[in-house]
């Protein structure tokens, strides 16, 4: 299972573009740039229990769209699949060689 950190980071780079301005600045501030609610909460001119229930609602929001398109999911389950085609291929390196360029950029295609 991941970190909530690392879920939250993933989750926006799949859902981001689907909040609201103020959430994607919120999120930001709190998981990429590591602001402290009150840092938050300063900056914006509210309170910190504002801050924290708009990053909450936000947090919500991804994970709702998760549950129902599931894009974290697949994305994980690719990259599972994709290590383990390598690892089979791990006795023949001359296949390896060929097929991985294929593999990393279906991986890279999220």
Sequence with gaps: MLDQTTEMNLLYDFYGSLLTEKQRALLEMYYALDWSLGEIAEHQGVSRQAVFEAIKRAQATMLDLENKLGLLHKHTERQQ????????????????????????????LD
Aim: charge should be negative.
């Design 81 to 108: 699949i994709a290590e383990e085609i390598l690892r089979r291929l791990d006795d023949e390196p001359e296949a390896r060689s060929r097929i991985e360029p294929l593999i990393k950029k279906m991986v890279d």
